[in-house]
């Protein structure tokens, strides 16, 4: 959503084009949107909510020859921006983006790459007539682009990629193979072909008088060397010793900050790791009692934090935001993950920064699920048992499980259409044999967090900085490659992360946890206590009625929305006739998916059928309605 864009090269004119291009990206009245010329035949802009680098850009060189747009920030740049200043090259009050001008004149892209950060960095340089793209290590704000012989053109949203000139927009069918059988796009792929996500840490150059691009890594997680030597109690002091740097490098005045809580770890750390003098607001949406919704509002009442509770009562707020969320993330995270998106107006008005959670639970260790501990996972005995392994977890564990391999074959069994079938698993082996350079106890993670991470959940970030800015302590620097160093039997175990909230914040250890309904306290003994006495409970429960309160696990019940207040709304797409012309799936496997679904007998059955509605909720967005008005202009 915030980020950079531009278009080079083409008859058209540049600036029309890029100035358009922003148009497209302007959802709301809260998002600003700049352009500027960029040599001859060239045109940049940024569009964001102004919160963070409040002053105009391009910034530019004395001489006006190099202009730069930054999008994000530096985290623990004080050394660089003290030298920097005292060698006449930068104000001692500049912003970030005068400081990322005054480093890359000083030492170039690679300078801008040994900056901290979350970022999006782009210069033209009228110099030597090169544009230069650099981003930050994990890749934290998403962009696209498109290279031909003639131009080059990028954005943070396709819709705005596809609008400049010349770009054809043709389906990139493997992608749709991959969204229907894992619920998301790997690698770097789009729904439309010749379209690429820009990768994490890389530095890109484009001579527009050329037409020359290239591009390179300029870091890659095999860069973190192991620390095997390194004790238990030692791993969670350094751990938090780091974690709160990040912290405080994060809620630096004047932002206000907000964090959204639920039952999880994540967010309770974050939390308990703020200064106390430093003014929180925390958030949580969700069904009434809920796990979710209690646990968070105890965890604000322990912390002496405002907290604010936005209530899902049915499922109508997602017929209310299923556009906007479209629109926000095209279809990188579905609509059955949009459950913030019905908080953001309010909590625009009451948080200028988030700190979110993202994530934390794969970088801490934390994950409760069956791979945590499976040799299988870390461990595989061959490359064949891992590409299972994995490839069985990305279809039906670390999202909504989705389609089994028997019912994929039905949807892809279609007359005329058999391009579908084998698509996804080709895909998913070549993804996988692009990270064989990575250590087997690491590679499993790394693959993880380059695939779901990057390419699903992040699009929660996506939507979020529609409305405010948002932070991801556990993606800072320092603290990633102390904890990718540890060895696997400290951090890989749901112990550590345990460690880390009771040394540093014990009260948060005795809110249970959300997933388990027991506390992540690192003492055995007060776990198991707790637990007895939870299993006392449910056993009275049982036995005299409903004398302890039972809290529902799910915060938003999509499989029932389904089948209530989203059936229509759902209906008219899968069954839409412009969905059966499309001709990609089988009708009849289609139709059977639903009324399995509606008669309510099998849980999760919108892993199945979620993934075919976003489908052709992109495929209508991005391809049919650009048709459509492209005709009429012709008309």
């Not at 006449?88 to 040994?114: K, S």
């Not at 391009?419 to 499993?444: D, N, V």
Request: with cysteine.
């Amino acid at each position: 959503m915030s980020g950079i864009f531009g278009h080079f090269g083409g008859a058209a004119p540049a600036l029309e084009a890029v100035r358009r291009m922003g148009a497209l990206m302007r959802h709301n009245p809260r998002l600003v949107s700049e352009a500027a010329a960029a040599g001859p035949a060239g045109a940049l802009g940024r569009i964001g909510l102004g919160r963070l680098n409040r002053a105009p850009q391009p910034v530019a060189a004395a001489d006006g020859a190099v202009q730069l747009y930054l999008c994000g920030e530096f985290y623990h740049q004080e050394r660089r921006r003290t030298a920097l200043a005292q060698a006449g090259a930068l104000a001692p009050l500049a912003d970030d983006a005068e400081l990322a001008l005054a480093v890359f004149l000083a030492e170039g892209a690679e300078g801008l790459a040994r900056l901290e950060g979350a970022f999006f960095v782009a210069v033209w340089d009228g110099r030597s007539a090169i544009l230069t793209l650099v981003n930050d290590r994990f890749g934290l704000y998403p962009h696209y682009y498109t290279h031909t012989a003639a131009a080059f053109s990028f954005a943070p949203e396709l819709k705005a990629v596809l609008a400049a000139p010349g770009v054809a927009c043709r389906v990139d069918m493997v992608a749709v193979a991959e969204y229907a059988r894992f619920q998301q796009l790997l690698g770097e792929r789009t729904w439309i072909e010749h379209v690429r996500l820009f990768p994490p840490a890389t530095i890109l150059r484009y001579s527009p008088l050329s037409g020359r691009l290239t591009m390179g890594r300029y870091w890659d997680w095999d860069a973190i060397t192991p620390a095997p030597r390194i004790s238990f109690g030692e791993a969670v002091e350094e751990t938090v010793r780091r974690f709160q740097r990040a912290i405080d490098a994060m809620t630096r005045p004047p932002h206000r900050v907000g964090v959204y809580l639920s039952g999880g770890l994540d967010g309770r750390t974050i939390l308990g790791f703020i200064d106390p003098a430093t003014p929180v607001t925390t958030l949580t949406f969700g069904a009434a009692h809920c796990r979710d919704v209690v646990y968070a509002a105890a965890l604000a009442r322990r912390a002496g934090r405002p907290h604010r509770w936005f209530p899902f009562t049915d499922g109508r707020w997602v017929l209310e935001h299923a556009a906007m969320h479209l629109a926000l993330t095209e279809g990188e995270h579905g609509w059955m993950h949009g459950h913030g998106m019905s908080t953001l107006d309010e909590a625009s008005a009451l948080i200028d920064v988030q700190l979110s959670g993202w994530d934390g639970g794969t970088s801490m260790g934390g994950r409760l699920d069956e791979y945590a501990t499976d040799p299988a996972y870390r461990h595989a005995p061959d490359e064949a048992a891992l590409l299972q392994r994995l490839y069985a977890g990305f279809c039906q564990s670390f999202t909504w499980p989705g389609l089994t391999d028997e019912e994929a074959a039905a949807l892809f069994r279609h007359p005329g259409n058999s391009e579908l079938a084998g698509l996804a698993r080709e895909s998913f082996a070549a993804a996988l044999g692009r990270t064989s350079h990575y250590a087997p106890p690491y590679r499993a993670d790394y693959f993880y967090l380059l695939q779901h991470v990057r390419r699903s959940t992040q699009a929660m970030i996506v939507f979020q900085r529609s409305a405010f800015e948002v932070r991801c302590p556990f993606f800072d620097y320092d603290l990633v490659s102390f904890l990718y160093a540890l060895p696997e039997q400290l951090r890989c175990t749901p112990d550590f992360h345990r460690a880390v909230i009771t040394r540093r914040l014990p009260a948060m250890a005795r809110v249970p946890h959300e997933k388990t309904d027991e506390l992540p306290h690192s003492s055995r003994l007060v776990r198991s206590s707790h637990s007895l006495l939870q299993r006392a409970k449910r056993a009275t429960n049982r036995v005299a009625g409903p004398i302890f309160p039972t809290r529902a696990r799910l915060y938003a019940d999509y499989e029932h929305y389904l089948r209530t207040d989203l059936r229509a709304w759902a209906e008219a797409i899968l069954f839409d006739r412009h969905a059966r012309e499309r001709g990609l799936f089988n009708p009849a496997e289609v139709r059977s998916l639903w009324e399995r679904h509606q008669r309510g007998d099998e849980l999760w059955t919108i892993g199945k059928l979620a993934p075919l509605i976003t489908i052709e909720q992109v495929l209508r967005s991005l391809v049919d309605a650009p048709q459509r008005a492209n005709s009429a202009v012709a008309r």
